[in-house]
């Protein structure tokens, strides 16, 4: 069964700065594309950031380029993201989503909230 | 930047059809994907590709795409069926998009 399940959520002031991860199970990981995408309260959904299966091809959105950092290890089979200079309209449930960066996003993990607040 | 428009909400009867649409500037030259979000869940793929089901997915749910607008099709419709909808393309300028969203109430 696949899974993919969240972590690194939580409380963070203006400025600050927070590690997601997304752990993989139930698949070969390193064969497979990856994404986050983010919903704040109560709004749509808002696609972040892409990577290839190896690594070398990253993509993010406008709003986050220069902040965030998406990485993964294909040995530990985990999706991180490193987010910096995080700011209140930051603050939103982050899920990690498998799928190519043009094609559906099959399987999403369950999310874990972010809360850029003083 | 590449923009998606859906209706913020479609109402539909039970049993009835219903149509959710997404349009964007020839959105015919770009592969559509749907999604259905219940409340407090994480979203779930229901058509891939323009109009393809992921396995599990009722063939009650069918989509199409031409010139400036794609459509979710939902035929028999159940109580189960009210969620959100996102539309979403990957667009060479924008990146990946996501529609607004569409609630569909089921009366």
């Known amino acids: 069964e696949v899974q993919l399940v969240e972590s690194g959520g939580g409380l963070v002031q203006p400025g600050g700065s927070l590690r997601l991860s997304c752990a993989a199970s139930g698949f070969t990981f390193s064969s497979y594309e990856m994404n986050w995408v983010r919903q704040a309260p109560g709004k749509g959904l808002e696609w972040v950031s892409y990577?290839?299966?190896?690594?070398?091809?990253?993509y993010y959105a406008d709003s986050v380029k220069g902040r965030f950092t998406i990485s993964r290890d294909n040995a530990k089979n985990s999706l991180y993201l490193q987010m910096n200079s995080l700011r209140a309209e930051d603050t939103a449930v982050y899920y990690c989503?498998?799928?190519?960066?043009?094609?559906?996003?099959?399987?999403w993990g369950q999310g874990t909230l972010v809360t850029v607040s003083s | 930047s590449y923009v998606l428009t859906q209706p913020p909400s479609v109402s539909v009867a039970p049993g009835k059809t219903a149509r959710i649409t997404c349009g964007g500037n020839?959105?015919?030259?770009?592969?559509v994907h749907w999604y259905q979000q219940k409340p407090g869940q994480a979203p779930v793929l229901v058509i891939y590709?323009?109009?393809d089901r992921p396995s599990g997915i009722p063939e009650r749910f069918s989509g199409s795409n031409s010139g400036n607008t794609a459509t979710l099709t939902i035929s028999r419709v159940e109580a189960g069926d009210e969620a959100d909808y996102y539309c979403q393309v990957w667009d060479s300028s924008s990146d990946l998009v996501f529609g607004g969203g569409t609630k569909l109430t089921v009366l």
């Open positions: 590709y323009d109009s």
């Open positions: 989503a498998r799928g190519p960066a043009t094609g559906g996003f099959d399987y």
């Open positions: 020839n959105i015919g030259s770009k592969s």
């Open positions: 990577i290839s299966s190896s690594g070398s091809t990253i």
